[in-house]
């Protein structure tokens, strides 16, 4: 069973080491899982609550876009996109909100700080909180909901927006009556490594303290690594590992022999300044061939645009159709079919052409392939088993284009209508509340597949036509 693993990246900053040991190498090692689905986007509308720096945010993208991709993600394995290029998380959103509760929002932990912040310096509660930092959350959620992810690496600071987005979806899922959204869940990876920074605190851009991961080459990051702070001890004293910001680097980089010896020359004596050029040796060797790739990347910034609108292709392929049901769910439905009042002297309104029902495949949250069949007001008619094959799910497609209504075994299964094919259930339909409404529905069902039968035997008539020259 796939897991789909969802991460984003705000956009605001320089990828640095701190980044790459803590986010980027992890992430990138758990998405060559076969069993992990997983999820990599540039947050930029996050980014924006951030910062009002334009040119920032746009740099940032594209750097940010750049390390991941030298890093080794490869785009064909994972959906990797721009929060941006999907409009269907900003309409998530607004569903979303529409269902979120005030008193909710109030006890997010940043909308929070910021009023404690306000009140301790005497200001109003709500001086500078913008509304995006106040709905930071419901964005969040919409990130993940869109998706269905299962889990979502975050930090233990994290952990209360991830717990949100729980709460949101299941109080959509109780107002609209159906189990739209999987409840995510948070991945803490305990054993992900926080680097120091030059001065020993966490490395953070809030602390101007970072070592960049390939802006500025290796120059830059010799120049920093050349700056973190050591203590006073001199060539030929032991030097202490155990609080050491630079042992800490290094281990993160090296393997266990080469930690050992490092650490034994240490207990040894060896100089700091001799102990920086190992360590920049060290993290040069695993930086350089990815920096190669890195300038290549951000010197043909149309390459990376084609993948990340690769990437948003797909993911529009999975949150397209979940928003295109949960219109329906709240009743932003097509009028199409809805009979108009006539008024004395109007008139007489032309009736449009009924839709046809469609079929539309999809892969779920537990990563399974599926087959939805709508008819021609939307209505969801049968949703088919989970299948491990692709392959196998398209076959019940193709059989589905082509049963027809009256060849069709339709049974009830408790309150549902379910359809055997060899004797097998392979599809199942919503629930009803009694034999009358399951038997209008079963009504419903074979017209939708005599209809798409219908459809699909003129259609191969066509193209049968059509390549022997004459006209259908």
Known sequence: MHTRVLTGITTTGTPHLGNYVGAIRPAIQASR????????????????????????????????????????????????????????????????????????LNRAHAYKAAVDRNIENQEDADAGVTAGLYMYPVLMAADILAFNANKVPVGRDQIQHIE??????????????????????????????????????????????????????????????????????????????????????????????????????????????????????RVNAEVAPMRERYDALMASPGQMEDILLAGAAKARAIAGPLVETLREAVGLRSARHTPVAHQAGAATPVTPKAKPPRLAS????????????????????????????????????????????????????????????????????DSYPDDAARADATGRLRAALDALASATAEEAAAKAAQASGQRP
């Open 33 to 104: 899982d076969p069993n992990v689905d997983a999820f990599y986007f540039m947050a930029d509308y996050h980014a924006l609550i951030k910062s009002d720096d334009a040119d920032r945010v746009e740099a940032s993208r594209l750097m940010i876009t750049a390390s991941w991709l030298a890093a080794g993600l490869d785009p064909e394995r994972t959906t990797f996109y721009r929060q941006s290029d999907v409009p269907e998380v900003p309409e998530l959103m607004w569903l979303l909100t529409c269902v979120t509760s005030k008193g909710l």
């Open 164 to 281: 949100m987005a729980r709460d949101i979806a299941q109080r959509f899922n109780h107002t609209y009556g159906r189990e739209f959204f999987v409840m995510p869940e948070a991945l803490i990876e305990e054993q992900v490594a926080t680097l120091p920074g030059l001065d020993g605190r966490k490395m953070s851009k809030s602390y101007d303290n970072t070592i960049p991961l390939f802006e500025g080459g290796p120059k830059a990051l010799r120049e920093a690594i050349m700056k973190i702070v050591t203590d006073s001890r001199a060539p030929g004293e032991p030097k202490d590992t155990e609080d050491s910001a630079l042992f800490t680097i290094y281990k993160a980089f090296a393997s266990p022999a080469e930690t050992a010896a490092f650490a034994e020359s240490l207990h040894g004596g060896l100089g700091w300044g001799e102990a920086k050029q190992v360590l920049f040796d």
């Open 362 to 429: 999809f892969r779920d949250g537990d990563g399974a392939f599926r087959v939805r069949l709508f008819g021609g007001d939307g209505e969801e008619l049968l949703l088919s088993v989970p299948f491990a094959d692709p392959k196998a799910a398209g076959t019940l497609r193709q059989t589905l284009a082509t049963l027809g209504g009256a060849q069709a075994t339709v049974m009830s299964e408790g309150d549902r209508l379910a359809l055997l094919i060899d004797g097998k259930v392979v599809a199942t339909g």
